[in-house]
């Protein structure tokens, strides 16, 4: 186990709602990056958190937002879902600079 | 990922045989080459690593080769076993960001 811990496990919402994925980063980590990876594809880099400030941005549209917070635990927002949101999201921490990333084992979202 | 392209998809080998997945990346201010291994149910986890600054780099029975110039990386697993069977993913990038391949499904059959 990572120490990297995401919630919930499964979570099944409807087009146009709204949902938020939480992650609790490993003791230490003040780096945090989500991930969308849909069924048969590799992980796709969302954002990144360094100590609070988002610092890095994959090629996702401004409905999916993000918070980390003082204790290094994050929150992956987002809104108006569609069908193609449908996804395995992947949280990974890290401590600064360039190395190993934990991954958490991920949070299935189903859209229907 | 778009900036990185993975090869084979898939690749079946025996038990002690050797399998070598080859990626290359477009960005050449990348400096930062994990590889991961992913079971399922599970999330991806680090197996090896290389910065742009080594060429080859040994972890026992997996190795990892970089070519700046050509903008290629490659995994090397030698002996392999039953338990090596999984997805693996390359991933390329730097401090703010990173971008993983499309993924190879490795078979080891005993």
């Known amino acids: 186990e990572t120490g990297v811990t995401q919630s919930p496990t499964h979570l099944i919402k409807t087009r146009g709602q709204q949902v938020t994925l939480r992650c609790s980063s490993q003791?230490?980590?003040?780096?945090v990056s989500w991930y969308q990876q849909a069924l048969g594809q590799g992980p796709q880099f969302i954002f990144q958190?360094?100590?609070?400030?988002?610092?890095g941005r994959g090629n996702f549209p401004p409905r999916f937002s993000g918070l980390q917070f003082p204790n290094y635990s994050s929150e992956l927002n987002v809104n108006a879902l569609e069908l193609d949101d449908s996804a395995l999201y992947l949280c990974?921490?890290?401590?600064?600079?360039?190395?190993?990333?934990?991954f958490g084992p991920g949070t299935r979202l189903t859209v229907t | 990922g778009e900036n990185v392209e993975q090869h084979p998809s898939t690749l079946s080998v025996q038990e002690g045989d050797s399998a070598v997945i080859k990626c290359t990346y477009s960005?050449?201010?990348?400096?930062?080459f994990p590889w991961y291994k992913q079971e399922l149910g599970k999330g991806p986890q680090l197996i090896i690593d290389?910065?742009?600054?080594?060429g080859e780099k040994k972890d026992q029975r997996i190795a990892v080769t970089l070519n700046k110039t050509a903008k290629h990386f490659s995994l090397h697993i030698t002996e392999t076993q039953p338990e090596d069977s999984a997805v693996y993913f390359c991933?390329?990038?730097?401090?703010?960001?990173?971008?993983f391949g499309s993924g190879t499904k490795l078979n080891v059959k005993p």
């Open positions: 990974a921490s890290r401590t600064g600079g360039l190395g190993e990333q934990y």
């Open positions: 003791s230490g980590h003040n780096t």
């Open positions: 958190y360094y100590r609070e400030e988002e610092n």
């Open positions: 960005d050449s201010a990348s400096n930062y």
């Open positions: 290389i910065r742009s600054n080594v």
């Open positions: 991933a390329e990038g730097d401090f703010n960001k990173f971008y």
